[in-house]
């Protein structure tokens, strides 16, 4: 349809990059675009530490169990952040209150807008990225690693370079399972779910890399039947951006 | 630099929107593109409720505090789902699990990269968008109206429309007060925002609707030192998304 519409037609996650380093000022230049997108009331509540250390890089892909953390031409670091905004408070003697669900959504929302910025534009300059969830298996310990203070909080990292592998766009839920009118459409999925199945079969079994025999919902009911990072609530009440129950 | 990366940088909210709806099948085309963003681990935990009824959007407006959701081409509302994870569990006998930290934050980033994809990918058709953050204010009378199920709740939501008004773009934190390199840069807020204080001060002053004298700083800190939606983490419970406590 257009340039922007293919971009976001053509994502797939590249973890196999070129020994390219991304040069800082294109760093720079990617996130000052991305800065750009929407901002709850405008807090813009958040911070990118971009990891050009190389021993850093190699803790974070430890902790973060992510190996092409430490190859990438660019490593991310995505920050939920109110410390900003608690300076802004102080600068006019008043309190921040940035500790309850709320603000916690916002944060959360704006570092994401930023990120899907950070992430196309990346692409655009032909760049691959892929995002880094891995990094909530040790929120404490990396955020000691890059000194984040109080009221900051590491949600996920993002790795970018020139991509050294190929992959097969994955095919998407049916738009008509994801999209509804007017009214929310559950009974649609006794129908839509299988049919997918049998998309993502055939996808799995005859893509490029790691070949295997598996459905959509069956990865699914197995993936998320586990309890995940349930130190999370705790992490946040620690760095300061929930109260403490 | 190119046309995403210039589509981005002159991102600014619109409001006022000509009566022209946008077709549903145009509104298919963004979000399946949109869906094409990264998801963690694959899990596509959104779903979208496109708005067409009027009286529905006039409620919307209303619970929302938002008037141009009633007005707009498309109103869009962006959601939280774990219910279609949960029937996909249920095919395999299993239980999900989504009612944790880690799950909401899971489900909040997957509806947020899905959204600025949507948001980019209207805007680069000439449509103007703006978030909607008021759904917030009545989200178990908005999930009751578009007849949401359990473990799916509405974040926020966007309209789209033909642009009738221009409006400049706001200026941005500076990208040094942003973007830290490889350790979290604190001290500079003391230099770094007074600046963007006045620049801020500036584009109030001048800009083309509602001039006011105001900084950046400033309304921060009367915005964020008020306790706001305090109902949250209860509607999040009684949704089934967070686990009772």
């Given at each position: ?215 959509w919902t069956g990865s699914m009911a197995d993936f998320l039947s ?20």
């Open positions: 349809m257009n340039e922007t519409i293919n971009l976001m037609m053509n994502h797939a996650s590249v973890r196999k990059y070129k020994e390219e380093m991304i040069p800082k000022e294109t760093v720079e230049k990617i996130v000052y675009a991305a800065q750009h997108a929407a901002s709850s009331n405008f807090v813009q509540a958040y911070s990118i530490i971009h990891v050009t250390d190389q021993a850093l890089k190699e803790k974070l892909a430890e902790l973060s169990g992510n190996k092409h953390v430490s190859t990438c031409g660019a490593f991310l670091l995505c920050c939920a952040d109110f410390k900003r905004l608690a300076h802004a408070a102080t600068m006019h003697d008043k309190e921040l209150v940035a500790d309850t669900m709320e603000s916690l959504l916002v944060t959360t929302i704006d570092v994401t807008l930023l990120s899907q910025n950070i992430a196309l534009a990346a692409e655009s300059l032909g760049y691959g990225i892929c995002y880094i969830g891995g990094v909530r298996n040790n929120p404490q310990q990396i955020s000691q690693l890059v000194n984040l203070p109080d009221r900051v909080v590491p949600l996920f990292g993002m790795t970018i370079g020139v991509p050294d592998e190929e992959q097969l766009v994955k095919p998407r839920l049916p738009v008509s399972a994801v999209l509804h009118e007017n009214t929310y459409d559950g009974e649609q999925y006794t129908q839509t779910l299988p049919a997918y199945d049998e998309t993502m079969r055939e996808y799995y079994k005859t893509r490029l890399t790691n070949q295997k025999d598996m459905t586990v309890e995940r990072r349930m130190y999370l609530q705790e992490v946040l009440e620690e760095r300061g951006l929930l109260r403490k129950q």
